[in-house]
Every structure is written in structure tokens, then in C-alpha cells.
């Protein structure tokens, strides 16, 4: 099966590789038409069941977690798992629409305006052997539709076992207990360093940062990276912080 990201490629380039290298869908492995970039066909695609409603969480850091999709559902799962460890970067586009729909469906996108999306951090390491931070690639996408800034508040400190690695929800929550900090210049309610202040004007405000924060992450399991990740935030002063994910295991 043929993995070629052709996100960037033009519709004549697609065709061209598509003769030469066909590419088959990772959910029925049916030929996928050299019209679509990413590696899940539409027929697929429409089978991802949206979910309803928010979950809310009670006396955490994390006000309430916003998940597009199940990750039980087998084509939404095959597609994370492609994502982040075949390196597809094609996927960050219908991952990304799936997000949005929902979004669009429970009416949460007038509610989420003036948020700054803040992408989940990968270690140096993860993210230079997966080419990517999916976490940041989403974030981008979603963050265009609710016309968003993204900004990489926080910085993963260590490197650690994967989540999905390990079943116990009490050992994923040690496990990743003190692997994220602030990003170098980050205060809120005071000046920022400059690789902020773009993502700041779009807001109107280069001065300092807002309160209202939406982490971004591909899925969410036990709850514990986002709720760390809250943590360290809300230490700082943010005062309203929600996670958007696109499948709540």
C-alpha cells in the first residue's frame, strides 16, 4: 500500500502518481481517485459517527473536553493511528473537517470565538522522527476555520512512554505527570516574548495573553495529557480552558 503525502502536489502531479502508484483507502483498501489528497475515501469517511453533546469535567483544571468521534470507531481509529505513526500528513485535512463538523453540529463555534488554540507539544525527539506535531497540524486547520490564533504555550520537558501504551489510567496519569512547562516568555497579564505576538494581533492584543485557552490534541483516553497540560496553564492564570480532540477513547 503506497503512504505518498500529496498534500501539496497539483492536480496534474496527482494524477501522474496515481498511474504510477496507486493508492488504496485505509479503511475498505478500495482504489482511492486521484481527485482526493488524503488516504481515506468519501464512502469511509461517512461512515465516522459524529458525537453528541460536551463532557464536562468536575473540579479539574479542564472545564470540559470536546471530542469529534469515538476512538472505537475502526475507520476514525486507523486514521489517528496512520496520522501519527506513518507519518500521513494528508489525514490532518479530513481528521480536521470531522473536528469541524462537529463543532459546527453542536453550535460550539460561537462559544469558542477569541480562544487561542494551543496544540499539545511533542518532544524535539518524537516530533523529528514523526516529521510532525500532529497536535500543532490540527490546530492550524481548526484554528483557520474559527479564525483562531494558535500558539505554542507549552513545552514538553521530558520524553515519556506513549499513552496509548499504557492501559492503567492511574500509571498513564504518572506517567505523564510533570512533562509539560511553559513555553520560554509566556505570562499572562504581562509582556510577552516575540514569538507570540502574531498570534497576538490577530486577537488585538500584543501585550498579554488572554485567559480563555483551547488545547488541541488527535485523541484523548483517560483525560490525563490534556488535564496536565490544563494544569500548568491554569497555574499561570489562564482562567478558561476546554480541549477539543477528534476521538475520546
Known amino acids: 500500500m503506497n503512504f505518498i503525502n500529496k498534500t501539496h502536489l497539483s492536480p496534474a502531479k496527482h494524477f501522474l502518481l496515481d498511474l504510477v502508484f496507486p493508492r488504496y483507502c485505509l479503511g475498505c483498501e478500495q482504489e482511492i481517485e486521484s481527485k482526493q489528497t488524503s488516504q481515506i475515501c468519501d464512502v469511509c469517511f461517512g ?8 463532557q464536562y469535567q468536575e473540579k479539574t483544571a479542564i472545564k470540559a473536553v470536546f471530542a469529534a468521534g469515538r476512538y472505537e470507531d475502526p475507520i476514525l481509529r486507523i486514521m489517528i493511528l496512520a496520522f501519527k505513526y506513518q507519518s500521513m500528513e494528508s489525514l490532518k485535512i479530513p481528521l480536521a473537517e470531522l473536528i469541524i463538523s462537529y463543532l459546527t453540529k453542536e453550535l460550539l463555534t460561537d462559544k469558542l470565538a477569541n480562544f487561542v488554540l494551543v496544540p499539545i507539544p511533542l518532544t524535539l525527539k518524537r516530533k523529528l522522527a514523526r516529521g510532525f506535531n500532529q497536535s500543532e497540524l490540527l490546530a492550524n486547520e481548526i484554528g483557520k476555520f474559527l479564525n483562531c ?28 505527570s510533570g512533562v509539560f512547562c511553559l513555553s520560554p516568555g ?3 497579564g504581562s509582556p510577552t516574548s516575540g514569538i507570540f505576538e502574531v498570534g497576538l494581533r490577530k486577537l488585538g492584543d500584543s501585550k498579554s495573553l488572554p485567559g480563555k485557552i483551547l488545547l488541541i490534541d488527535d485523541v484523548s483516553t483517560s483525560g490525563a495529557t490534556l488535564e496536565e497540560a490544563a494544569a500548568i496553564l491554569k497555574q499561570a492564570g489562564a482562567k ?3 480541549g477539543l480532540v477528534a476521538a475520546k477513547g
Open 240 to 242: 478558561e480552558i476546554y
Open 186 to 188: 509566556v505570562g499572562f
Open 47 to 54: 461512515k465516522i459517527i459524529l458525537n453528541r453533546g460536551v
Open 149 to 176: 490564533p494558535v500558539i505554542n504555550l507549552l513545552k514538553r520537558t521530558k520524553f515519556n512512554t506513549p499513552q496509548v501504551e499504557i492501559p492503567d489510567w492511574r500509571k498513564r496519569k504518572e506517567n505523564i
